[in-house]
């Protein structure tokens, strides 16, 4: 069975890699052999055995009878998004990593490989190595899911990590994401959160069975952190991580992308490194947790290999996934309710009571400031009361989980 992979980066070797590392077993599990006979990439990779393979005309792929299924790890939603359309408007299956443009054109992407009697797949889109996509649409199907909360991001989850565990250094621990293949071609989509929120979009979408616009998502991300939160945070028995959050709200979902402060006990707290975890909580199934590598080329290209065995075996046959593409609109944000870590400036504590009821205060020995834990509010009353503090007072505010 041939198959051409688009993009031989940091997953698309990855997939090379796993392929030939699994051929036997994998050829077992389809009945016959899985063939990469094309790479479509702008380098030529001079010298190295996938040489022979490079294609540099995405029209080459196109129009190759002989391939039937595609891999997409490029990256980013144009030029991925013609070059998909190209193979799922020739009957060709694909499977893709990208999160950017599943969470852009997933819906409509669907409903063309349907439409041309094939499937388009995406487990690795999100969460790397956890197979949580087929869980959410071949498992969890007897349930209303009422939250989604996870750690999808593995750069920040491991800078997090190494900020907190060894008081290492933002840029120099990023760059470390990076030589590991962890972090993005431009990591400020992890950085800034964009990664995790088109990840929850993409996961909101699947238990809403209905298009969720990344953009709507409150997003921020932990480029603000800084090692006086990190003490703080250890002062109170927390941790600082990168949530990405979806929980039912009426007919429909309340969604946010922050770094959140979660207490000890939570089933967050010890998901550390490049790990991820998503937690599930259905109305029928309770709480769940899914745990495992959430970045980096082995991992991810674990879960586009299992796209492909799926595919194979299902060439003939449209897996449906329900996916539509109207929009859905977003509970308003500012009716989402937490309890708030806030840094001030100054120690004039009535100034702060004036503003807000204090649950309590921290002290992390930090000169000139206050720390202290408001009770849980909406965060248009957190903005009205914020408001009241004087000028230049405000400093931070992390919330909690
Ligand atoms: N940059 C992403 C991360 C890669 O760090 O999670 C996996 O999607």
Redesign the pocket.
Known sequence: MKIAIMGYGTIGSGVMEVLNTNRDVIAGRVGEPIEVKAVLDLRDFEGDPVQPLVVHDYMDIVNDDEIVMVVETMGGVEPAYTFVRAMLEKGKAVTTSN?ALVADRGAELLRIASANGTNFMFEASVG?GIPIIRTLLACLTGDVIEEITGI????TNYMMTKMTREGSDFDAVLKEAQEKG???KDPTA?VEGY?ACRKIAILTSIIAGAQVDYEDIPTEGISAIEPEDILYAKKMNRVIKLLADSKAYGDTYACRVAPFMIAEGHPLYAVNDVFNAVFVKGNMLGESMYYGS??GSLP?ASAVVGDLVRMAKHLDRVIPIEWKEQAITLADEKEQTYAHFVRCEGTDKAAIEAAFSVEEYVDAGIYGETGFVTPKMTEREFDERCARLGEGVFLKRIRLS
């Not at 999808?152 to 750069?155: A, C, E, K, M, S």
């Open positions: 999160k790397g999808v991001n593995g750069t962890y972090a993005e992890d990664d959430g970045a991810t």
